[in-house]
């Protein structure tokens, strides 16, 4: 009977680095970046709704239009400046997570996430640039008189480019955040808690005719959606062995 040899056991060479293998040194330094975006995240909503109690508390003309609303404006400058600098960042923050969270998606919700994104990117290109005109406003009030800002107010609401930026931007403000937060649910990133939350803070806002106390209400609810944000993007812990 032959008996067959074991065979002989090649020295195992060392594996050419591959494409991926240079960035496991940036990767593991830019830790701390990346806390800092996942921070920037949960921080947004809270910092929207806090940037509007500070918009709202400063109003001049809650509840006015027409030319009662273009005589507080020029009437009240200071607070005006207040009102219109916190509903700028508020809007602006309001409009951060559509666009950090469609990074996070990446399986269900990924279409929703998508268009959510959009609408954020729509919104928050127009939105908060808008509250500028409330300075135009107040300064043509105390130079012409609030009668002449009525007038100047709707020779531009008679321009088509008007409509053109404000309704895009209007919708983006009013669909992108609840769209990103059902998205982040689908994703399992957030509890159904989330969008709740979400459209709580919106029925809050607009519900009060946006007073200090549903841009408070805003703020509570939004702070209970950068929770669940929080909860679901909380890096995974190394198992020990």
Known sequence: MTSRSAPSRLPVQPLAPTAAAPDAGPRAADGSGLRIRRWFLVASPVLAGLFAVLGAANDP???????LLYKAYAENPDPLQF??????????????????????VRARGVWIANVAAFLGFVGISTLP??????????????????????????VMDGMWGVSALVVPGLVGFVLSLPL???AAWRAGLVRWLGPVAVVAGYVAFAGS?????????????????????????????????
Not at 83 to 104: D, E, M, Q, R, T
Not at 143 to 149: D, F, I, M, S
């Open 61 to 67: 003309a809650v509840g006015q239009d027409g030319a």
């Open 83 to 104: 009102k219109s600098f916190g509903f700028h960042w508020a809007y602006a923050f309001w409009l951060v997570p559509p666009l950090l969270i469609a990074g996070l």
């Open 129 to 154: 640039g808008l509250l500028f005109v409330d300075f135009y406003d107040s300064a043509i009030g105390q130079v012409a008189g609030a009668e002449t800002t009525a007038q100047v107010s709707e």
């Open 180 to 182: 990103a937060a059902v």
């Open 209 to 241: 005719g946006v007073a200090v106390w549903g841009a408070l209400i805003t703020t509570a609810c939004f702070s209970v959606f950068a929770y669940e944000l929080a909860r679901g993007t909380r890096p995974a812990q190394p198992q020990r062995p």
